[in-house]
């Protein structure tokens, strides 16, 4: 594995080959990311290093080498063939982080076939819409969670499997099936599917502000990305014992919690049971962890748990921090310096649909706290104009955060939808197709941020150019939320928008009218509250709901979440001319 090198020396003599000659690749060798993650690491004398080390509830853990990777990653890779399951199938991986969720994300890429990571927390009704959307042919998932597709089932035509990985198989329903990977005949080697750097293979679902939420279509040509950033900018090493707290439900437990670090042969901790300060410190103690990839939630709510705290562990094994998903506030940093020994939290800026670290603050590059830092070598960056989406060059001017095309872990498409991928490149034709728009080096891709440049050329995030509300660095679409409001029985007309909270950034917070006949109340509250709970996930319930004779409107009907939002956060409310008078 090669030295991370100085920024400034890597931007100038940088090429993706790099990331060839670091995981040692030669041409012609099969480009399956199922198979780099686990075959090839073991075909390099790494087969007996620990690959997983586990703990869950209730004192549970299990420890997983190179070589069991393989093997439990061929038996779900065995098992979904003989299922029938076919190169292109989407595959839902649908549980807690639990060993099975890791092996069956390799197992799916073996087969060629497409794994879509949902969060084991959706209810319901997100877990419909995207199994819907996709087409899905199967889901992986467990008893604690199966209740939930099983009263989904009958509206999804395309779903033909059910697999359950745990439990009691006398307890399942209908033609649910039961998949004990352990208990699966070894195979030693599988007949891993021939794909190349365009074959699809992970397929994460985002939320916008209209519609329902996209699925961002990645291909294994993206390990090029994951793996030099997880490289040079989590500066993970042979000898590392590696913590991502992140959920591959979202992107990054995918990119970094699993291509990155095992693509090069890094030993990762997976720690699967709810928050505490205590229970984490106690984690990185325990397993004596180096490189730490977090999020700016998790970090407040361990700040607020206070430094004394810290002192209570020896966290003497940690190396290097890293952080993502939302703004890393400048306290945040400093604080982490005072605690963890010197060491600070280094924010990265990307998203599901860059597939890999945009913009960071490089090792060894002087922090500036509340900054994300430069971009990536290779990465090329800058802020579009509000209005004419030429580049800035004003320092400290704010405008769109935008990337040119091309970079190898980009995504290639919005699963059925080439109008919204369109749409997020300034300058494109109307016509033009998903392969055009990646590689045309004269348009940029937008990302829906607000950021400036300083003279140094650090970014310094803004906020969102959207109605997309970010609650512990998770995103969640108020349409959806709306959407999901509606159906129940009291209300008339809603609104979702974030409002300002002390460790999750954002939280949800709704505006409801109610439809004759019922009248506000706590228990109404508490009860649309679970509601959406149930139907959505935690994330997208409402913490507060207020209730309003009239939304704010344009003159078309549209609800102007604008305004609601700029109330919430005590900001100018705008220009309010095209708001209806009624
Ligand atoms: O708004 C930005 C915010 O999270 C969005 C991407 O979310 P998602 O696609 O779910 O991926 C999350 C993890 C990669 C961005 O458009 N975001 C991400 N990182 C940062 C951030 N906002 C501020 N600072 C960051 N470092």
Known sequence: MS????????????????????????????????AICSDRVCGMGKGSKPALIWEGFGGRSARYTFDDLKVYSNAFAGFLREQGMEPGDRICIFMDKIPSLYFSFLGILKIGAIVQPLFSAFGEESLEVRLASAETKAILTTVKHVKKVRKIRERLPHLEKVVVVDGNPDRLKGDEIFFDVEKYPAIKEFDVYRSDSETPSVLHYTSGTTGQPKGALHVHNSIWGQALTANWVLDLRDDDIYWCTADPGWVTGTSYGIIGPWSLGVTQCVLDSGFTSARWYQFIQDNKVSVWYSAPTAIRALMKDGGELVKKYDLSSLRHLASVGEPLNPEAVIWSGEVFGGLKFHDTFWQTETGAIMISNYPGMEIKPGSM??????????????????????????????????WPSMFRQYWKRPDIYRSKFVGAREDAMPDELR???SLWYVSGDRASIDADGYFWFVGRDDDVINTGGHLVGPFEIESALVEHEAIAEAAAVGKPDKVNMEVVKAFVTLKPGYEPSEELELDIMNFIRKKLSPLAMPQEIEYVEKLPKTRSGKIVRRYLRALEWGEEVGDLSTLSDE
């Open 373 to 406: 830092g430069k971009p990536f070598p290779g990465i090329e960056a800058s802020v579009l104009d509000l209005e004419t989406h030429e580049p800035l060059t004003e320092p400290g001017k704010v405008g769109l955060i935008a990337f040119r095309p091309g």
């Open 439 to 441: 590689t045309d080096k």
């Open 3 to 34: 030295n991370i090198g100085s920024y400034e020396e890597r931007v100038k003599n940088f090429s993706w080959d790099i990331a060839k000659e670091v995981l040692d690749w030669k041409d012609g060798e099969l480009l399956n990311i199922g």
